[in-house]
């Protein structure tokens, strides 16, 4: 709706605002936070802040396939976990550093990523969301399962923790500014690309994939780019979470947690990357903050995302219904498809 | 309106992270931590960790020691995220100098990291991951191990005439470890393991893995599951006729395996170091405290390993005193001989392990009886 709007902000106001507003964000996550941390001087504060913030990326870069895109995506915590198992083997069994599994950690991430969506890329609707399901699972299992690469169920202990070239970033303030870093540079390239031209490209998919189609938008070929890029973001944030806790299993990487980024995504409003940041703060800060609530705590944190979704049907800040979506989506399936009916023959696929 | 809702939201969050953080506390009160699942996919076993150290707690304040112990439980949920977060709390918290938990290896292993770090003690009555203890100085356990429980197994069932055997397990840190610790002693005992194979927790279908252990021909079935999964397992093989033996471990030892499994569980053989039948006072007496708790249910053997574990440290904070630290309590900790607890006699070897005796079960008529081979 407001999707071109986002892209050239016309009046003085919005100009002035353009630079304002990430201003404040930047001073705020590289000064305020590091300020407020080291007077707390709390390692469990500065956990949380690592936290959310690796949480932040995951949100921002499903934001890009299933909120700019479209595209419902049921399997993204696996590519976390790729990247997660990529830094955790190339560390205990090469013995290399932050510094080079971090990129690497993405790039596999991303290469699995386009191998696994060259024969799926095609399917439409709920059918791709499925299709994803099945691509998570496979790859849990595999990390489970592998038990010769992967050590399967036993995880992996990642000894070394942040470095740059060699000097180490494992203090308390090294680590939150390196994970920062990371986390600021990710969601700014993720928001380069989804309010570009490019990004408008991938909205006109989520609105109509057969009009952008016949108005000469690869949308295969873009749904393939969204869907590697997500993932190679993903790969990035399980490198951090790897090096970050030291040990990682298969368990941090099943489907609830897709779920859970699915729902952070969702709460903060589809299609909004302010939206899946906050999405992201909203469901790592929220257990943690209630937990004097003792058993009670997982009802609330329940109960705020069935308000927000009842009360906010587009999220905190989304530009389209995560109800409306999933109606799209799941009603594709049942869209009459006899033959001379003339519409949506064949709809699994495209 | 949506932003003024969110702040809120976030205000009342960060009110109640700082309220529940700076609570004084008097001198003669020693904290200990317990980080244990009380909801998610585990909660059960959290819960009932939660029911045991209760016991052991009141007892040992109403026992008129000059100082008094409280517990701190947090809810891990069985996720590492949260697992590290509460590891990272409970060590901020300078009057918390031991911690117990978590159920999950693969959470404890987690959360090991950060108290490797700090130095702070941390005793787990369910972690059975082979390298949990190698982690570091600070970390211990009270199970047996399956490097322990396999070869004891696999020599009892040598003795039963039992030379080819399949072995099945869920597909944990824990389930590899009860086919390899298993497995090994059956080849150096001259038997051969005719099938091994791992199946995903929560698996509702076992019929295509149970036709495939008997296309094997087995003698006897050594399981690794706990009772969930045990007890359908179990009624699955009756439904389908097939009568071969089947061997466990003590992870099954529980009352709710004959509950759910019924007459299907009858014949099962397993270990165990906790019988709730047994005569000694300090079984009975923790037994009949459950019985209050719990409806009259009978605790079976991961309550009994948690009770345990929160007397071990109740007995090294104590040792420890006067100001007890960290480091006193680890000290005391690595010291413990000959703990009388319900679940047996319990030392820590020079590498942190629990060394435990077992007991030979047998289920019979609708209860565990103590077999004596």
Redesign the interface.
Same mark, same amino acid.
């Given at each position: 709706m407001n999707a071109f709007e986002t892209v050239a902000p016309t009046d003085g106001l919005s100009r002035r605002r353009s630079w304002l507003v990430p201003a404040l964000i930047l001073l705020l996550v590289f000064a305020a936070l590091p300020a407020l941390l080291a007077g707390f001087d709390r390692g469990y504060f500065y956990q949380i802040a690592n936290l959310a913030l690796i949480f932040v990326l995951l949100s921002a870069s499903m934001h890009l396939v299933t909120g700019v895109a479209g595209l419902l995506h049921l399997g993204h915590a696996a590519f976390y976990g790729v990247g997660a198992y990529t830094a955790a083997l190339l560390t205990s069994k090469l013995g290399l550093g932050f510094t080079v599994t971090l990129p690497l950690s993405g790039l596999v991430a991303a290469l699995v990523a386009f191998l696994v969506a060259l024969p799926t890329m095609r399917l439409v609707s709920i059918y791709f969301a499925v299709a994803t399901l099945a691509i998570g699972q496979m790859l849990y299992l595999v990390m489970l399962n592998w038990v010769d690469f992967t050590k399967g169920p036993n995880g992996i202990i990642v000894s070394k923790g942040f470095e740059l070239f060699g000097v180490s970033l494992s203090g308390r303030l090294a680590a939150y500014y390196t994970v920062a870093a990371v986390v600021t540079l990710s969601v700014v390239a993720i928001g380069r690309l989804s309010h570009s031209y490019y990004g408008n490209a991938l909205r006109s998919i989520r609105e109509d994939d057969q009009c952008a189609d016949a108005m000469g938008v690869s949308t295969v070929r873009l749904k393939m780019e969204a869907f590697t890029l997500s993932a190679f973001f993903a790969g990035v944030a399980g490198s951090l979470w790897a090096h970050m806790t030291g040990y990682i299993s298969p368990g941090d990487f099943k489907f609830s947690e897709s779920i859970l980024i699915l729902a952070m995504v969702v709460v903060g409003g589809l299609g909004s990357l302010p939206g899946a940041v906050i999405g992201a703060l909203l469901l790592i800060l929220l257990p943690e903050g209630l937990r004097a609530l003792g058993d009670f705590r997982n009802i609330m944190v329940g109960l705020v995302m069935f308000l927000s979704i009842l009360l906010l049907p587009k999220g905190l800040l989304g530009e389209v219904s995560a109800l409306r979506l999933v109606r799209r989506q799941l009603g594709a399936a049942w869209r009459n498809t006899g033959p001379g009916t003339g519409k949506g023959e064949g709809i699994g696929w495209r | 309106m949506?932003f003024r809702l969110?702040t809120l939201?976030?205000l %009342?969050? #960060?009110g109640?992270?700082t309220?529940?953080?700076g609570s004084a506390f008097a001198a003669d009160t020693v904290k200990l931590g317990y980080q244990l699942p009380?909801?998610?996919d585990t909660a059960q076993y959290g819960q009932d960790f939660r029911k045991a150290a209760e016991i052991a707690l009141t007892e040992f304040n109403a026992a008129g020691k000059p100082f008094k112990v409280e517990i701190v439980f947090?809810?891990s949920?069985?996720?590492?995220?949260?697992g590290?977060?509460i590891a990272?709390?409970f060590?901020?918290d300078k009057e918390i100098v031991g911690v117990l938990g978590d159920f999950?290896s693969?959470v404890s292993? %987690?959360a #090991?990291?950060?108290y490797k770090d700090?130095g702070m003690p941390q005793l787990s009555q369910t972690a059975s991951?082979?390298?949990y203890t190698k982690?570091s100085k600070y970390q211990f356990r009270n199970i047996a191990t399956q490097a322990q429980e396999g070869p004891y197994n696999a020599k009892w069932m040598a003795a039963k005439g039992f030379k080819n055997v399949a072995v099945i397990a869920e597909?944990?840190?824990w389930?590899?470890s009860v086919v390899g610790g298993f497995s090994d002693a059956v080849k150096a005992n001259g038997g051969t393991v005719a099938f091994s194979e791992?199946f995903?927790r929560g698996l509702k279908d076992y019929r295509s893995l149970i036709s495939k252990i008997e296309r094997a021909k087995p003698d006897a079935i050594y399981t690794g599951f706990f009772y969930e999964d045990g007890a359908q397992f179990l009624k699955q093989l009756q439904q389908l006729g097939i009568k071969t033996p089947v061997y466990s471990t003590s992870a099954a030892y529980s009352p709710k395996l004959i509950e759910l499994a019924g007459g299907a569980a009858e014949g099962v053989h397993l270990t165990s170091n906790f019988l709730p039948t047994d005569p000694s006072p300090n079984v009975q007496h923790f037994v009949e405290e459950w019985k209050k708790r719990s409806d009259g249910a009978v605790p079976g053997q991961f309550p009994a390993q948690a009770y345990d574990a929160v007397r071990i440290m109740l007995a090294a904070v104590e040792r420890a005193q006067p100001s007890p630290t960290r480091e006193k309590v680890r000290d005391a900790l690595a010291q413990t001989r000959d703990f009388p607890g319900v679940t047996g006699k319990t030392t820590f070897s020079a590498d942190r392990e629990a060394e435990k005796d077992l007991v030979k079960v047998e289920v019979k008529g609708g209860a565990f009886v103590p077999v004596a081979e």
């Amino acid at each position: 709706m407001n999707a071109f709007e986002t892209v050239a902000p016309t009046d003085g106001l919005s100009r002035r605002r353009s630079w304002l507003v990430p201003a404040l964000i930047l001073l705020l996550v590289f000064a305020a936070l590091p300020a407020l941390l080291a007077g707390f001087d709390r390692g469990y504060f500065y956990q949380i802040a690592n936290l959310a913030l690796i949480f932040v990326l995951l949100s921002a870069s499903m934001h890009l396939v299933t909120g700019v895109a479209g595209l419902l995506h049921l399997g993204h915590a696996a590519f976390y976990g790729v990247g997660a198992y990529t830094a955790a083997l190339l560390t205990s069994k090469l013995g290399l550093g932050f510094t080079v599994t971090l990129p690497l950690s993405g790039l596999v991430a991303a290469l699995v990523a386009f191998l696994v969506a060259l024969p799926t890329m095609r399917l439409v609707s709920i059918y791709f969301a499925v299709a994803t399901l099945a691509i998570g699972q496979m790859l849990y299992l595999v990390m489970l399962n592998w038990v010769d690469f992967t050590k399967g169920p036993n995880g992996i202990i990642v000894s070394k923790g942040f470095e740059l070239f060699g000097v180490s970033l494992s203090g308390r303030l090294a680590a939150y500014y390196t994970v920062a870093a990371v986390v600021t540079l990710s969601v700014v390239a993720i928001g380069r690309l989804s309010h570009s031209y490019y990004g408008n490209a991938l909205r006109s998919i989520r609105e109509d994939d057969q009009c952008a189609d016949a108005m000469g938008v690869s949308t295969v070929r873009l749904k393939m780019e969204a869907f590697t890029l997500s993932a190679f973001f993903a790969g990035v944030a399980g490198s951090l979470w790897a090096h970050m806790t030291g040990y990682i299993s298969p368990g941090d990487f099943k489907f609830s947690e897709s779920i859970l980024i699915l729902a952070m995504v969702v709460v903060g409003g589809l299609g909004s990357l302010p939206g899946a940041v906050i999405g992201a703060l909203l469901l790592i800060l929220l257990p943690e903050g209630l937990r004097a609530l003792g058993d009670f705590r997982n009802i609330m944190v329940g109960l705020v995302m069935f308000l927000s979704i009842l009360l906010l049907p587009k999220g905190l800040l989304g530009e389209v219904s995560a109800l409306r979506l999933v109606r799209r989506q799941l009603g594709a399936a049942w869209r009459n498809t006899g033959p001379g009916t003339g519409k949506g023959e064949g709809i699994g696929w495209r | 309106m949506k932003f003024r809702l969110l702040t809120l939201t976030t205000l %009342a969050a #960060a009110g109640i992270a700082t309220g529940t953080a700076g609570s004084a506390f008097a001198a003669d009160t020693v904290k200990l931590g317990y980080q244990l699942p009380l909801t998610g996919d585990t909660a059960q076993y959290g819960q009932d960790f939660r029911k045991a150290a209760e016991i052991a707690l009141t007892e040992f304040n109403a026992a008129g020691k000059p100082f008094k112990v409280e517990i701190v439980f947090e809810d891990s949920r069985s996720d590492a995220k949260e697992g590290t977060n509460i590891a990272r709390k409970f060590v901020d918290d300078k009057e918390i100098v031991g911690v117990l938990g978590d159920f999950t290896s693969g959470v404890s292993m %987690a959360a #090991a990291q950060v108290y490797k770090d700090a130095g702070m003690p941390q005793l787990s009555q369910t972690a059975s991951h082979p390298d949990y203890t190698k982690i570091s100085k600070y970390q211990f356990r009270n199970i047996a191990t399956q490097a322990q429980e396999g070869p004891y197994n696999a020599k009892w069932m040598a003795a039963k005439g039992f030379k080819n055997v399949a072995v099945i397990a869920e597909q944990t840190d824990w389930g590899q470890s009860v086919v390899g610790g298993f497995s090994d002693a059956v080849k150096a005992n001259g038997g051969t393991v005719a099938f091994s194979e791992f199946f995903n927790r929560g698996l509702k279908d076992y019929r295509s893995l149970i036709s495939k252990i008997e296309r094997a021909k087995p003698d006897a079935i050594y399981t690794g599951f706990f009772y969930e999964d045990g007890a359908q397992f179990l009624k699955q093989l009756q439904q389908l006729g097939i009568k071969t033996p089947v061997y466990s471990t003590s992870a099954a030892y529980s009352p709710k395996l004959i509950e759910l499994a019924g007459g299907a569980a009858e014949g099962v053989h397993l270990t165990s170091n906790f019988l709730p039948t047994d005569p000694s006072p300090n079984v009975q007496h923790f037994v009949e405290e459950w019985k209050k708790r719990s409806d009259g249910a009978v605790p079976g053997q991961f309550p009994a390993q948690a009770y345990d574990a929160v007397r071990i440290m109740l007995a090294a904070v104590e040792r420890a005193q006067p100001s007890p630290t960290r480091e006193k309590v680890r000290d005391a900790l690595a010291q413990t001989r000959d703990f009388p607890g319900v679940t047996g006699k319990t030392t820590f070897s020079a590498d942190r392990e629990a060394e435990k005796d077992l007991v030979k079960v047998e289920v019979k008529g609708g209860a565990f009886v103590p077999v004596a081979e």
